[in-house]
């Protein structure tokens, strides 16, 4: 069976938004300028320049109070990307694989993906690796934020693209999910794709961790992060989702990327991977 029929279907920018700027807020950032122009798909809010710069600053100052606050680290990806969306853009429009993705706009979330489909490929397949990391970190690949501040829809697409595919970066590097390692792959985002966002976690994150856990970020995987998603193939334009059946060895092979210094994984993590194996 080809790879590409474990992916069901494709969706767009289309799932339901959940946070808006507030006709309040509008009217506070805007005035009584002129009239807004409409959304140019759905969930869109058309934002001028001075509410660009002021959703920019508010969200970077709410992702560094409350990191947990997902729709402020998007809002702010968002709201910076600059000129990094047309450039990745056109990174995957002279790549024949990254075209047909911009031509499928495919979407990576429970109802397009057979989870259980690919549990069930082979242990060295790359769709089988993306399943066990999903099990054994607990999490589901239904958590991205969709995009709202972006008036471009096919650049609006590049940049939920990159959100929904962050777990592959984590299954294919062997990664968990903590503060950690989250700031080391946007280390290698950043090297790799150039997103300000990126930069912006990269060099703010450390502040959360303790001097021990920093030291340890520096030292082993800020190097990797940097030379091997500078040297590694730029994955905005991979079709991972007709990759599923490829064996993960050669698909890192692919790509050009090596392993980073081994991860320690929680021990709850380790169990859950062990009773995902038992079922």
Not at 217 to 235: H, K, M
């Amino acid at each position: 069976m080809p790879y590409s029929r474990l992916a069901r279907g494709t969706r767009h920018l289309s799932r339901p938004f959940k946070t808006q700027i507030t006709p309040s807020c509008a009217r506070f950032v805007s005035g009584d300028g002129p009239t807004r122009p409409p959304p140019a798909y759905p969930g869109h809010v058309p934002l001028n320049w001075f509410e660009n710069a002021f959703l920019a600053a508010g969200s970077a100052v709410m992702g560094l109070v409350s990191p947990n606050r997902g729709d402020m680290i998007a809002a702010l990806g968002e709201t910076t990307a600059g000129p990094s969306l047309p450039r990745l853009r056109d990174v995957m429009l002279k790549d024949p694989e990254g075209r047909r993705i911009l031509k499928d706009r495919p979407r990576i979330n429970s109802d397009t993906i057979d989870l259980d489909a690919l549990s069930k490929l082979p242990e060295n397949s790359f769709g089988r690796a993306y399943s066990d990391w999903l099990n054994r970190c607990g999490v589901t690949p239904d958590t991205r934020e969709p995009v709202h501040y972006i008036s471009d829809p096919e650049l609006a697409f590049v940049m939920q693209r990159y959100r929904e595919c962050h777990d592959f970066y984590h299954t294919i590097c062997s990664m968990p999910v903590s503060v950690t390692y989250e700031l080391a792959l946007k280390f290698f985002e950043f090297a790799n794709l150039g997103l300000p966002v990126a930069g912006i976690s990269a060099a703010f994150g450390p502040l959360r961790l303790s001097s021990k856990q920093r030291a340890r970020l520096y030292s082993d995987y800020v190097p990797w992060a940097l030379r091997c998603g500078s040297s590694s193939n730029c994955l905005i334009s991979i079709y991972w989702e007709e990759r599923w059946g490829q064996d993960i060895g050669e698909l890192k092979e692919e790509l050009g990327i090596w392993d980073p210094p081994p991860a320690v994984w929680p021990k709850k993590l380790n169990e859950a991977a062990e009773a995902a194996k038992g079922k």
